[in-house]
């Protein structure tokens, strides 16, 4: 079925270690968005992608990076992770700019990441 | 920097009652003004889409208001159900690459 999924649903790992979040949209949207939730501050967006090799930065990026080889997966990774970055994680895709056009982003079920 | 907030942050109501979801902004600079929902352990679910031009947009039993000059937007919720009971999330788009979310109504509609 059409849609994004996102991979692993539930991570545990431990504080230093590397750990890739996945992100697979099957509908060729062009931008690709990584958010994180968290008690208190609600959702913050990470990094954005506009289109294959071309990612910008959020509202809150240290500590993560991304790619986007292709246009349907957007991977997020957490270098040497750290126990501010327990949370829950969000991709979301949309068909255009959220500004330009009346199309919706469209979320996944997130990954719940804990981090001890 | 764009602040979102939303009012109040819990809801309680007996089925069939029509309520009324807040959400306020500091910015009126926006491109749209979006309504999601969120299920425990689920993603957001797109509800309602406005655009900057527009007052309001309906779908089924929700309508949502926009007035940008006032930093203001309200999600008229008719005739609830307890299968409405979920949080609702205002977000803005302020420059049109990304969101501005708050944190958020839980709501809980009683059968």
């Known amino acids: 079925d059409a849609g994004i999924t996102q991979s692993p649903r539930y991570k545990i790992t431990e504080t230093g270690r590397q750990v890739t979040l996945m992100c697979h949209q099957t509908?060729?949207?062009?931008?690709m968005f990584w958010y994180r939730q968290d008690l208190g501050h609600g959702l913050r967006l990470i990094y954005y992608?506009?289109?294959?090799?071309?990612?910008d930065k959020g509202e809150v990026p240290d500590g993560y990076v991304v790619s986007r080889s292709k246009t349907e997966n957007f991977p997020l990774t957490l270098e040497s992770a750290t126990r501010s970055q327990t949370s829950v994680y969000f991709c979301?895709?949309?068909?255009?700019?959220?500004?330009?056009?009346?199309?919706?982003?469209?979320f996944g079920d997130g990954t719940r990441l804990s981090i001890l | 920097k764009q602040e979102v907030t939303q009012i109040p942050a819990a809801l309680s109501v007996p089925e069939g009652e029509n309520l009324v979801l807040n959400c306020s902004f500091t910015d009126s600079a926006i491109y749209n003004l979006q309504w999601f929902r969120q299920d425990p352990g689920k993603g957001l679910t797109s509800l309602l889409l406005i655009q900057s031009s527009q007052r309001e947009q309906t779908s089924g039993r929700l309508n949502a208001s926009l007035d940008k000059s006032s930093g203001r937007s309200t999600l008229y919720i008719a005739a609830s159900q307890p299968g409405d009971s979920a949080t609702y999330l205002c977000?803005?788009?302020?420059?049109?690459?990304?969101?501005?979310f708050g944190e958020g109504t839980q709501l809980t509609v009683n059968p």
């Open positions: 977000a803005v788009s302020p420059s049109g690459s990304r969101l501005t």
């Open positions: 509908w060729s949207h062009s931008y």
């Open positions: 979301a895709s949309s068909h255009s700019l959220q500004g330009l056009s009346n199309q919706p982003q469209h």
């Open positions: 992608s506009a289109a294959a090799d071309i990612t």
